[in-house]
């Protein structure tokens, strides 16, 4: 086993600040290092984790985490998924290791076999069939593994088995309208798993390889089968951008709510059954200003007390920074005015050159919440603001 690095930020309490009415809990963050690549030709990205209560030591979870490898000369070129795990809480990491089973396939587009990969992958552990579900989608490429721009988009998924450390062969999630979802996938969503067993996976999708919308999408799972059951609102923006991208879905106080990725700005909604929801809103910050998040995915962290967003901005002296990338912020929400508190804001993760704009959040217990990111390494030279390929684990600890 890999001995995790050494923490980078000391452990420290961290009350927010917020309006009294807003309950906000006190809590303490640690951010270590649990794997590194930069080579000059690759680095690791979409680091993220699920757990498997009582398969790691002494009754803990055992944290497994997946993420891809990204080719430096290409553009969002990702050839393969890797797999590592913890059964300590972090402070022994395995080494990163291929996962064969999530390998890309060949697939033939227009009498060209091309080969399509798998991710932007999310594992997440399904309590009512006690499996760790991983979800994402897949990419096709060129055969010299160059983005193909209309192509077809499936939501991908894989079952993890504790006892052999392994993963399933990657299926599809079949959608009823293959012509309106030829180009759909749950690519760095997050979902929420009901009491029930069923699942409410947020994806987004572009018909006829338009503008992208996005929706809630119902599924069953048995332990082994993902199953379309129904969608909900098909939501969408005329903004003469590419549409709306990467929706993360949450449940707090009765309510669900939904934060969603655009070019020009971050936007959110809430909904009474996760299917149906309000107009969108650009997401503020209390005093009324713009967020300042843009063109890059945003993640809740619930806690039971307080509802929270991790989020990239503008603003934070990194115009440097690939689109405001870095640092990593996490800020408590005002459920009720759909606005982040703006007194609550802290860096998870410092900016360092690179960006840190694809992230992933797991629920480890109720007492202790990660958030887990790498170092995209991209464009040439961020290494000279300290950058190195790290994979970070953000630890809050509730109190």
Same mark, same amino acid.
């Given at each position: 086993?890999?001995?995790?690095?050494?923490?980078?930020?000391?452990?420290?309490?961290?009350?927010?600040?917020?309006?009294?009415?807003?309950?906000?809990?006190?809590?303490?963050?640690?951010?270590?290092?649990?794997?590194?690549?930069?080579?000059?030709?690759?680095?690791?990205?979409?680091?993220?984790?699920?757990?498997?209560?009582?398969?790691?030591?002494?009754?803990?979870?055992?944290?497994?985490?997946?993420?891809?490898?990204?080719?430096?000369?290409?553009?969002?070129?990702?050839?393969?998924?890797?797999?590592?795990?913890?059964?300590?809480?972090?402070?022994?990491?395995?080494?990163?290791?291929?996962?064969?089973?999530?390998?890309?396939?060949?697939?033939?587009?227009?009498?060209?076999?091309?080969?399509?990969?798998?991710?932007?992958?999310?594992?997440?552990?399904?309590?009512?069939?006690?499996?760790?579900?991983?979800?994402?989608?897949?990419?096709?490429?060129?055969?010299?593994?160059?983005?193909?721009?209309?192509?077809?988009?499936?939501?991908?998924?894989?079952?993890?088995?504790?006892?052999?450390?392994?993963?399933?062969?990657?299926?599809?999630?079949?959608?009823?309208?293959?012509?309106?979802?030829? %180009?759909? #996938?749950?690519?760095? =969503? *997050?979902?929420?798993?009901?009491?029930?067993?069923?699942? @409410?996976?947020?994806? !987004?999708? /572009?018909?006829?390889?338009?503008?992208?919308?996005?929706?809630?999408?119902?599924?069953?799972?048995?332990?082994?089968?993902?199953?379309?059951?129904?969608?909900?609102?098909?939501?969408?923006?005329?903004?003469?951008?590419?549409?709306?991208?990467?929706?993360?879905?949450?449940?707090?106080?009765?309510?669900?709510?939904?934060?969603?990725?655009?070019?020009?700005?971050?936007?959110?909604?809430?909904?009474?059954?996760?299917?149906?929801?309000?107009?969108?809103?650009?997401?503020?910050?209390?005093?009324?200003? %713009?967020? #300042?998040?843009?063109? =890059? *995915?945003?993640?809740?962290?619930?806690?039971?007390?307080? @509802?929270?967003?991790? !989020?990239? /901005?503008?603003?934070?002296?990194?115009?440097?920074?690939?689109?405001?990338?870095?640092?990593?912020?996490?800020?408590?929400?005002?459920?009720?005015?759909?606005?982040?508190?703006?007194?609550?804001?802290?860096?998870?993760?410092?900016?360092?050159?690179?960006?840190?704009?694809?992230?992933?959040?797991?629920?480890?217990?109720?007492?202790?919440?990660?958030?887990?990111?790498?170092?995209?390494?991209?464009?040439?030279?961020?290494?000279?603001?300290?950058?190195?390929?790290?994979?970070?684990?953000?630890?809050?600890?509730?109190?």
């Amino acid at each position: 086993m890999a001995l995790a690095g050494s923490s980078l930020i000391n452990i420290r309490s961290l009350l927010a600040a917020a309006p009294e009415d807003i309950t906000a809990p006190d809590y303490r963050v640690s951010l270590e290092v649990c794997a590194r690549l930069f080579d000059g030709k690759q680095c690791w990205t979409h680091p993220r984790a699920g757990i498997v209560p009582g398969a790691g030591e002494n009754g803990l979870p055992r944290v497994v985490m997946t993420m891809n490898t990204l080719d430096l000369d290409g553009d969002d070129v990702f050839r393969g998924l890797h797999g590592l795990y913890t059964d300590n809480l972090g402070r022994r990491w395995s080494e990163p290791a291929r996962i064969s089973n999530l390998d890309p396939r060949p697939v033939t587009l227009q009498g060209q076999s091309c080969p399509m990969g798998v991710s932007d992958f999310w594992p997440k552990y399904h309590r009512a069939s006690g499996k760790l579900l991983g979800t994402g989608h897949y990419v096709v490429y060129t055969p010299d593994w160059k983005v193909i721009e209309k192509r077809p988009r499936h939501t991908t998924y894989s079952v993890y088995d504790p006892e052999i450390n392994e993963w399933s062969l990657w299926q599809n999630l079949e959608m009823p309208d293959k012509l309106r979802f030829v %180009d759909a #996938g749950a690519g760095s =969503t *997050q979902r929420l798993d009901l009491q029930d067993g069923t699942i @409410l996976l947020p994806i !987004y999708f /572009r018909p006829q390889h338009e503008n992208s919308l996005i929706t809630v999408v119902r599924c069953a799972f048995d332990g082994k089968l993902l199953s379309y059951l129904e969608h909900g609102d098909e939501m969408s923006i005329d903004d003469h951008t590419r549409g709306l991208h990467e929706p993360s879905l949450t449940y707090f106080d009765q309510q669900y709510y939904l934060t969603i990725r655009n070019d020009a700005q971050g936007y959110v909604s809430r909904s009474n059954d996760g299917l149906h929801f309000e107009p969108i809103r650009p997401w503020k910050f209390d005093n009324g200003q %713009d967020l #300042g998040n843009y063109n =890059t *995915q945003q993640h809740w962290v619930t806690h039971r007390d307080a @509802l929270y967003l991790v !989020y990239t /901005r503008r603003g934070a002296n990194n115009d440097h920074v690939f689109r405001h990338r870095a640092p990593l912020f996490m800020a408590q929400v005002d459920p009720e005015r759909l606005v982040v508190i703006r007194d609550t804001e802290q860096i998870l993760v410092p900016e360092r050159g690179a960006r840190l704009g694809n992230f992933g959040v797991t629920e480890i217990s109720p007492q202790e919440t990660w958030v887990t990111v790498s170092e995209w390494m991209q464009p040439a030279g961020v290494e000279k603001y300290g950058s190195d390929g790290s994979v970070y684990v953000a630890r809050v600890q509730w109190q």
